[in-house]
């Protein structure tokens, strides 16, 4: 089997979870890493055990063989990273959101296409054995008309110190700031949400959303931080099979850490999964023969492999697994209705919707 040589872009907490994955799959070796940070990407190295360690991931590429980037950038620097990388012909695994504005999401999308390599985006709770099965239920069309769906998202680390304290971390900083290139939590956590609902229900044909930034700082300053991006964002969304359903995510749900729930109710049944119980089980309800519904039952799913493991298997296959670029850049579009339909206070029909090009200054 031939080796196939990784470098990792960006080199703060996420990063760790890519390089932990990675060199737990047989055929994979870390061969370097770069972030902006010199210094960090100096303790990564060495906490990881990755040869080489850069400043840019100009210098990274153009110093080293490498087949494949996984990029761990903070929001703003997906784009130009991956560009970079699929420039030089190599297959990206690109954190989530693909990018802060559907613009350059579907440049990515495209680059890719063009330059005929892997391209993956990390919507990690698709590695939830659960959602695969409640997707494989719903092609099937078992629940007959999908009429009403809920998708949640929920943390809190704006009002407890459960992840530390915001106010003194660049990691949760940046997030809270749209020059930082951040879309708030829409961009952060809805961008999953959004993703795990319509995976299973199918593409979400118009949405309304409410998208709210609260008062957490003085002036909403820290330091070079301007607090601007939301923190809650409620879509109300129709489904392109005509179902309807909310979509919320917030970092203001005191006594969640990391809670993301789904139900999915159609005419002959429904599913529900709640990953803070678990990952690989299921709910369901069916319809029985009196036309009553039966109790809900537990579903323990098959496993499914992770993303890091679907990303290689497509490089030594050829076959570009699911969820990649071209699916990043579906949902950013959402995203950007979303900051569209919350200015105008009123739905955005997605067919009708043509994104602004270029990079936003203030996203919302
Ligand atoms: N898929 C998931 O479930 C999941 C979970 C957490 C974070 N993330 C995503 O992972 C990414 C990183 O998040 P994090 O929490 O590790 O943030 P972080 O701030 O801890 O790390 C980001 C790092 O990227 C570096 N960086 C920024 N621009 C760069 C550039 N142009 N070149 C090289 N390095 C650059 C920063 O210096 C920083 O060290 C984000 O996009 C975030 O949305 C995804």
Request: net charge positive; glycine share 8%; hydrophobic share 40%.
């Amino acid at each position: 089997m031939e080796m196939i040589r990784l470098a990792i872009a960006g080199t703060g907490g996420m990063a760790n979870f890519h390089a932990k994955h990675f060199s737990s799959i047989r055929g994979v070796k870390l061969v370097a890493c770069c972030d902006v940070l010199k210094e960090r990407a100096a303790e990564f190295a060495t906490k990881h055990d990755v040869p080489q360690h850069f400043a840019s991931v100009e210098s990274m590429l153009d110093s080293c063989q490498v087949d494949a980037v996984s990029v761990a950038t903070s929001d703003g620097s997906h784009a130009p990273v991956s560009l970079a990388a699929i420039a030089r012909g190599k297959h990206v695994l690109c954190e989530k959101p693909l990018a802060p504005t559907y613009p350059e999401a579907i440049k990515m999308a495209e680059a890719a296409q063009s330059a005929g390599v892997i391209n993956m985006v990390n919507f990690s709770y698709r590695d939830s054995a659960a959602i695969q099965a409640m997707a494989a239920v719903t092609a099937k069309g078992d629940l007959g008309r999908i009429l009403h769906v809920q998708g949640s998202y929920l943390q809190g680390w704006l009002a407890s110190a459960y992840w530390g304290n915001w106010r003194t971390n660049s990691a949760w900083l940046w997030r809270l700031s749209s020059s930082h290139g951040s879309l708030g939590v829409l961009g952060d956590i809805g961008v999953h949400i959004v993703d795990f609902t319509s995976y299973p229900v199918g593409g979400i044909a118009s949405v309304h959303c409410l998208l709210k930034t609260f008062d957490k700082a003085p002036d909403n300053r820290v330091g070079e931080y301007r607090l601007d991006a939301n923190d809650t964002a409620l879509l109300t969304v129709e489904f392109e099979g005509g179902a309807a359903g909310t979509i919320a995510t917030t970092r203001w749900a005191t006594g969640h850490a990391n809670s993301v729930t789904l139900a999915i109710y159609g005419e002959n049944g429904a599913l529900r999964v709640d990953l803070d119980k678990s990952w690989s089980e299921y709910e369901r309800c069916r319809i029985g023969r009196d036309g009553k519904h039966g109790a809900w039952e537990r579903v323990v799913a098959k496993p499914t492999p992770n993303i890091y493991k679907r990303f290689v298997k497509s490089i030594r296959t050829g076959r570009n697994d699911a969820p990649d670029f071209a699916r990043g850049a579906e949902v950013q579009k959402v995203l950007d209705a979303c900051v569209y339909s919350n200015r105008r206070a009123r739905p955005v029909v997605l067919s009708d919707f043509q994104p602004k090009t270029g990079r936003r200054k203030r996203l919302a």
